[in-house]
T-cell receptor, first 116, second 112 residues
């Protein structure tokens, strides 16, 4: 199956710093990637849809200036949590769509962010 | 937008028994329904999916059924094994859209 790589897997940072998370589709081109946030024992909450070469589409309630998304190429999307605060601590996970009729989504391995 | 509800939230079964998870969706236009399995700290893995033009799909011990009229779909796991223990998520997607709306998840525990 298609492989989606996500880095880093875990990051601990001080409050006020910015953290960048990378999501790469390794063996396919992904025109669309999605970023989710997941709290412990909770479901996946869609934060934004990342479209290659255009601005991301954010879900209601998600601050676009807080969570900067860049999709500069067909294989890379980045999520930057700016001026992180403890309430931003969460598991962030990306997914990429395998274009065409399959409509399957493949997920990255996730990033556990802890803001002190 | 789409709203997906999933039940039960937790499910404990004896090894060898069957497990059933049920989901309902609100948008009658949704036509793609995948199921994901997520082990603790790991990425969700697609285990089976079904489209609205099919009523049932089976893959070894896993099967999914879809009732478009009632707008609900179910995951059936037969002959459960300890390695089936995980959180399972259902999801729904409208036509021509890769965006998925997820259910709240079901924590399945298979007792040896």
């Amino acid at each position: 199956g298609a492989v989606v790589s996500q880095h880093p897997s875990r990051v601990i940072c001080k409050s006020g710093t910015s953290v960048k998370i990378e999501c790469r589709s390794l063996d396919f081109q992904a025109t669309t990637m999605f970023w989710y946030r997941q709290f412990p024992k909770k479901s996946l909450m869609l934060m934004a849809t990342s479209n290659e070469g255009s601005k991301a589409t954010y879900e209601q309630g998600v601050e676009k200036d807080k969570f900067l998304i860049n999709h500069a190429s067909l294989t890379l999307s980045t999520l930057t949590v700016t001026s992180a605060h403890p309430e931003d601590s969460s598991f962030y996970i990306c997914s990429a769509s395998l274009a065409g009729l399959s409509r399957k989504l493949f997920f990255g391995s996730g990033t556990q962010l802890s803001v002190l | 937008g789409e709203n997906v509800e999933q039940h039960p939230s937790t499910l404990s079964v004896q090894e060898g028994d069957s497990a059933v998870i049920k989901c309902t969706y609100s948008d009658s236009a949704s036509n793609y329904f995948p199921w994901y399995k997520q082990e603790l700290g790991k990425r969700p893995q697609l285990i089976i999916d079904i489209r609205s033009n099919v009523g049932e799909k089976k893959d070894q011990r896993i099967a999914v059924t879809l009732n478009k009229t009632a707008k609900h779909f179910s995951l059936h796991i037969t002959e459960t094994q300890p390695e089936d223990s995980a959180v399972y998520f259902c999801a729904a997607s409208p036509p021509n859209d890769y965006k998925l709306s997820f259910g709240a998840g079901t924590t399945v525990t298979v007792r040896a």
